[in-house]
């Protein structure tokens, strides 16, 4: 183990390396074109949008059929919609969290 060390400490404290890691690698900040960024935030808000619409309309009809099933006495229905209003609130929060990371990762690269 003490050799790789030494190796790892021999060659972080080598002045070739730092002269060979300054010259010829020139300096480069990463940035997307406008356009792209631009078209992207835009796929990304209808997409997420349109999802989560979509996840407050499964939200609700669960809510619908959970006061349908109990009122009427069919356990079935109440537990199936139950069970949408669950997957709903997870599916949303799938949607908002990917939107946002991949909204997140475009945007880190201005600089």
Do not use: C, Y
């Not at 050799?3 to 400490?9: D, E």
């Not at 996840?55 to 619908?64: K, Q």
């Not at 609130?89 to 201005?110: C, N, P, Q, Y």
Request: hydrophobic share 50%.
């Amino acid at each position: 183990m003490s050799q790789i060390l030494m190796s790892l400490h021999s060659l972080a404290t080598d002045p070739g390396v730092a002269v060979l890691a300054d010259g010829p690698v020139p300096t480069f900040e990463p940035a997307l074109p406008a356009e792209v960024n631009n078209s992207v935030k835009n796929i990304l808000a209808w997409t997420a949008g349109g999802g989560l619409a979509l996840a407050v309309l499964g939200g609700l009809s669960g809510w619908a059929l959970v006061a349908v099933g109990h009122n009427t006495e069919r356990a079935a229905l109440a537990a199936r919609g139950k069970q949408s209003v669950l997957w709903s609130l997870i599916g949303a929060g799938g949607i908002g969290l990917t939107s946002s990371l991949v909204l997140a990762v475009f945007t880190m690269t201005k600089g």
